[in-house]
């Protein structure tokens, strides 16, 4: 047994004599580089990413090669060297791959160093240090494939840091081997250091643990935080064949404001390609009895999959950026707001398609009728924001051909997601615009046979795109994702193929809002909105007016996409006024007027 150990010591000797001090210096100098660069720049492409990862884990099979000290060194040092090697070689290694071999890597690294404590050849503070270091890298690598789509960045950062203890680790043994008597001598007991000097590795693995053991805990709580879909919006085994028919409705009074009473409703619709469909959403009207006026509002981005539906969030109206349904209850008016079709129901969801959202928008109308204590009247405007400010203009296009029996009164949209090639090339060059990419290719490649993931999303990126797409805006794990994509969304190769050609060029242009509709239409836009671009706009809304469709639009200058429609926005009053103008049937001026 002694001579087994004195066999690894010998050949850790050996090792260390082969490689020059200034070898051992260069190495421990760039382990210190390379993790400093992971850990500043995670969110590199992935490629780059990969390369980094190689050579991090190159560099540590070197410094673990020449560690004596450590039980099982040799055979250790060789294994990260050939991983390094293999990640070298295979750079484009899918991001789950990638990941795999890292989190793999520090936890069988950290069960070795263990493992390694219980060596009689080193002192206690040593074994203490080995110990909660080794305790850290399995907690750190347990954790980190515990995000199957999010991993490569936790991973990265703590391979960076780990990469920089190493490297500091390796100077310091140089310079303490350097200036110690008993220098190549086995480190029993250490008594050429300071106490001080002996115990500061352990404190630092002590950090180590409890850094790794507060990931575990903000983790367990990111995943706990998604929202549960309840048995209300599950469609019941008969539904009605009739678009806009109430299947049920029970109270809503989350964020419903004083002076007003709130539903949610289920409800039929008609889907992508005339099948029927489920939606579900909400009601709000003033208290008292009256023939109350509607404004059918059309939300804002809120994700794609089914528990991303506004009815579900904390803040089921803001989370859509509605925030003036106080200000709606105070005139007067009702509140109808569909949650849209697969989101809370059966998807997918149709996002950024047109004719779904607008069949969802005017029948939750119909439905919200049904309601007998709700009164609604016979007027309607539409409202939309973003992603519902493209629906709106799709309502308004669709109102008289779909649903004659709700005649529109109105239509404003803000800051639509109308030019939508536009927009397309906009999230491609836009910092976390990969989580509306996500979006986008989830519900056009579900509703499109000839638009594929195969065909548009690169292989590295389309794990994480798809689990980006299964998490909503407001959920705590998609913020871990957006920073997870950051990287991606500037890397020109998110798309295998540009969408803005081929079959999913066809498909964007075929669901910008066409230039028909009778009602009159309102168009508000930011001059600083960075998601949708005044320039686009102003595009789309030139081809509307060529079309020979009147339009007001209105410019608002220094507000950006989610100040244009706060609360303190100059856009409200405007939009207030403008809104009871035309259920006091007001005339609007003919052909297209700009402003601001």
């Known amino acids: 047994m002694r001579r087994n150990v004195g066999g690894r010591t010998a050949l850790g000797r050996e090792l260390r004599r082969g490689m020059p001090r200034w070898a051992r210096v260069a190495a421990s100098v760039l382990a210190l580089l390379v993790g400093a660069a992971i850990i500043t720049r995670p969110t590199t492409s992935l490629a780059v990413l990969a390369l980094l990862i190689g050579a991090g884990f190159a560099l540590t099979g070197v410094l673990v090669l020449v560690d004596e000290n450590r039980r099982g060194h040799v055979a250790l040092g060789l294994a990260w060297i050939v991983v390094g090697a293999v990640l070298l070689a295979l750079p484009g290694l899918t991001v789950r791959a990638t990941a795999l ?123 706990g935080g998604s929202i549960a879909v309840d048995d209300f919006y599950a469609a019941p085994r008969t539904v009605p064949s009739e678009p806009g028919q109430l299947i049920r409705a029970e109270p809503f009074t989350r964020d419903v404001p004083a002076g007003a009473r709130g539903w949610r409703i289920l409800y ?74 697969g989101l809370g129901t059966a998807g997918p969801h149709p996002y950024l398609i047109g004719v779904p959202t607008a069949h969802a928008s005017l029948d939750v109308v119909r439905a919200a009728r049904q309601l007998t204590d709700a009164h609604l009247g016979d007027q309607t405007v539409v409202w939309g924001h973003s992603q519902g400010g493209g629906g709106a203009l799709w309502t308004g296009a669709l109102a008289s051909s779909y649903a004659p029996d709700v005649p529109l009164s109105g239509v404003a949209a803000l800051a639509p997601a109308a030019n939508l090639p536009a927009f397309v090339e906009t999230i491609q060059t836009m910092v976390g615009g990969s989580i509306f990419g996500s979006f986008v290719a989830s519900a056009y490649t579900a509703a499109y046979p000839d638009v594929t993931f195969r065909e548009y999303i690169r292989p590295g990126a389309e794990v994480t795109v798809r689990a980006l797409a299964s998490r909503c805006l407001a959920e705590p794990g998609t913020a871990v994702s957006v920073l997870t994509l950051l990287g991606l969304a500037r890397d020109p190769e998110l798309f295998a193929q540009s969408p803005e050609t ?40 030139d081809d ?46 003919a052909g297209c007027e700009r402003r601001g």
């Open 101 to 223: 071999f890292v989190g793999i890597a520090l936890i069988v690294d950290g069960a070795a160093s263990v493992v390694g404590a219980f060596s009689r050849r080193i002192g206690a503070d040593e074994r203490i240090s080995r110990a909660l270091l080794g305790v850290a890298g399995v907690v750190f690598g347990v954790l980190a494939l515990s995000w199957p789509d999010v991993t490569l960045l936790v991973v990265a950062v703590v391979f960076g840091a780990r990469l920089v203890i190493l490297g500091l680790v390796g100077l310091w043994r140089l310079w303490t081997a350097g200036s110690a008597p008993n220098r190549g001598i086995p480190n029993r007991g250490v008594p050429n250091r300071s106490l001080p000097r002996r115990w500061l590795r352990t404190l630092g693995a002590v950090l180590a643990v409890v850094v790794a053991v507060a990931a575990a805990g903000i983790s367990s709580a990111l995943h």
């Open 268 to 341: 039929t619709t008609t889907g992508e390609d005339d099948r029927a469909a489920v939606a579900s959403g909400l009601v709000v009207v003033p208290d008292g009895d009256g023939r109350w006026p509607v404004i059918d509002w059309n939300h804002g981005t809120t994700g794609f999959a089914r528990q991303c539906a506004p009815s579900l969030q904390e803040h089921p109206f803001e989370s859509g950026a509605l925030f003036l349904l106080p200000q709606i209850i105070e005139n007067g008016w009702a509140l109808t707001a569909t949650d849209d079709i």
């Open 502 to 541: 081929g079959p999913f060029a066809r498909r964007l242009a075929q669901n910008i809002p066409p230039a028909v509709g009778d009602a009159p239409l309102l168009i508000a836009q930011g001059s600083a909105d960075s998601i949708i671009l005044p320039a686009a706009q102003s595009a789309y809304v």
């Open 544 to 589: 509307l007016c060529a079309a020979g469709r009147a339009v007001d639009y209105r410019s608002y200058p220094g507000l950006d996409h989610l100040a244009l429609v706060a609360a303190d926005s100059p856009l409200v009053p405007e939009l207030m006024q403008w809104t009871r103008d035309r259920f006091d049937g007001v005339p609007v001026a």
